[in-house]
T-cell receptor
Framework: KQEVTQIPAALSVPEGENLVLNCSFT??????LQWFRQDPGKGLTSLLL?????REQTSGRLNASLDKSSGRSTLYIAASQPGDSATYLC??????????FGEGTQLTVNP | NAGVMQNPRHLVRRRGQEARLRCSPM?????VYWYRQLPEEGLKFMVY????????ESGMPKERFSAEFPKEGPSILRIQQVVRGDSAAYFC???????????FGPGTRLLVL
């Protein structure tokens, strides 16, 4: 059974700090790894998708990396802003099409 | 291009009633997925459908829950004889292809009294 773990569960940082969110998965037969953002009471916004053949993807201040051999992905957020405050979810996609989600990291960026 | 649409956004039902949740995928998307987020828990896969076909329903409870995605119209997640434990946020996602980026709707928050 695929398990996805996110560390830390919660993170509070001052504005401007660079930060790293971690995601680990147990199944090496990965097809995609997708990072999402969820605001309270809202749906999910897709941030980045890394295919198994890729090592990283970048979008603006966000950079996601994938290391299949160690079963890890990281989401790097540069120069954090209060508007980045949200819950960040990573989701594993294997041979099937379902996404298996981690429990999320709740990020608070303090002005 | 409108995103994934779900309605209603909020639904209140009494125990024993039926709940019908609707999902319209993004234009050009023929793959639909339903996920459930229970209070204080993570998102869990329920069912994956393509037009007129259920591809994977391994995450769906065996009783009271059903899903469809007809040739015309939205996908429907139906919960019969709701119980308090069904209270959750139900999210629909769609994709263009089988293992492409899934785009999520805003969710339907079901409250069972």
């Amino acid at each position: 059974k695929q398990e996805v773990t996110q560390i830390p569960a919660a993170l509070s940082v001052p504005e401007g700090e660079n930060l790293v969110l971690n995601c680990s998965f147990t199944d090496s037969a990965i097809y995609n790894l997708q990072w999402f953002r969820q605001d309270p009471g809202k749906g999910l916004t897709s941030l980045l998708l890394i295919q198994s053949s890729q090592r990283e993807q970048t979008s603006g201040r966000l950079n996601a990396s994938l290391d299949k051999s160690s079963g890890r992905s990281t989401l790097y957020i540069a120069a954090s802003q209060p508007g980045d405050s949200a819950t960040y979810l990573c989701a594993f996609q294997g041979r099937g099409s379902r996404l298996t989600f981690g429990e999320g990291t709740q990020l608070t960026v303090n002005p | 291009n409108a995103g994934v649409m779900q309605n209603p956004r909020h639904l209140v039902r009494r125990r024993g009633q039926e709940a019908r949740l609707r999902c319209s995928p993004m234009k050009g998307h023929s793959h639909v997925y339903w996920y459930r987020q229970l209070p204080e828990e993570g998102l869990k896969f329920m069912v994956y459908l393509q037009k007129e076909n259920i591809i994977d329903e391994s995450g769906m409870p065996k009783e009271r829950f059903s899903a469809e995605f007809p040739k015309e119209g939205p996908s429907i997640l139906r919960i019969q004889q709701v119980v308090r434990g069904d209270s959750a946020a139900y999210f629909c996602a769609s994709s263009q292809g089988r293992q492409e980026t899934q785009y999520f709707g805003p969710g339907t928050r079901l409250l069972v009294l």
